[in-house]
T-cell receptor
């Protein structure tokens, strides 16, 4: 069975400092992995996706993630946090190969950005 | 191009009642997935519709049912509401089964008293 574990429920950074949100995955096949962001009272938005191409994936708003098979990790990073990055972030794995509409979400990490 | 729209945005029901939530998929999208997000949790997959047919279901009882219409809009119906059904219900659409991206609506927040 597929699953994701987000290692931090809450991360707090100062504006302009790096962001690291950690995610480990478990999958019985080569996974499709995603990071979604949810701002308050807004729908979920795709930040980036890994679908077995390049292991370093670049997304929107300066975010990127690296797929590391040996560590079963897919951590999300950003070099410099902005106040607008404050939101809930979800690491997500596709439940079935060939169907990226059936997703398994992690518990979420709340990112706080301090001025 | 309009995005995914859901209605109603908020509603309050009492235990035992029935509720219908509606979703208009993004233009050109033939696949709709529904998710339940309890407070402080990640969304959980309820079911998916592809070209008007149910195409998979998560771990939800039969009192959760759905429909997809010829225009690919969709409904989620929940019968015999329970207190634990209180959650944000999210609809997401895509242009196929393996496009790599879901487009989510802002959700319908259901409170069961």
């Amino acid at each position: 069975a597929q699953s994701v574990t987000q290692l931090d429920s809450h991360v707090s950074v100062s504006e302009g400092t790096p962001v690291l949100l950690r995610c480990n995955y478990s999958s019985s096949y080569s996974p499709s992995l995603f990071w979604y962001v949810q701002h308050p009272n807004k729908g979920l938005q795709l930040l980036l996706k890994y679908t077995s191409a390049a292991t370093l994936v670049k997304g929107i708003n300066g975010f990127e993630a690296e797929f590391k098979k040996s560590e079963t990790s897919f951590h999300l990073t950003k070099p410099s946090a902005h106040m607008s990055d404050a939101a809930e972030y979800f690491c997500v794995v596709s439940d079935l190969p060939g169907n990226t509409g059936k997703l398994i979400f992690g518990q979420g990490t709340t990112l706080q950005v301090k001025p | 191009e309009t995005g995914v729209t859901q209605s109603p945005t908020h509603l309050i029901k009492t235990r035992g009642q029935q509720v219908t939530l509606r979703c208009s998929s993004q233009s050109g999208h033939n696949t709709v997935s529904w998710y339940q997000q309890a407070l402080g949790q990640g969304p959980q997959f309820i079911f998916q519709y592809y070209r008007e047919e149910e195409n998979g279901r998560g771990n939800f009882p039969p009192r959760f049912s759905g429909l997809q219409f010829p225009n690919y809009s969709s409904e989620l119906n929940v019968n015999a509401l329970e207190l634990d059904d209180s959650a944000l219900y999210l609809c997401a659409s895509s242009s196929g089964l393996n496009t790599g991206e879901l487009f989510f609506g802002e959700g319908s927040r259901l409170t069961v008293l």
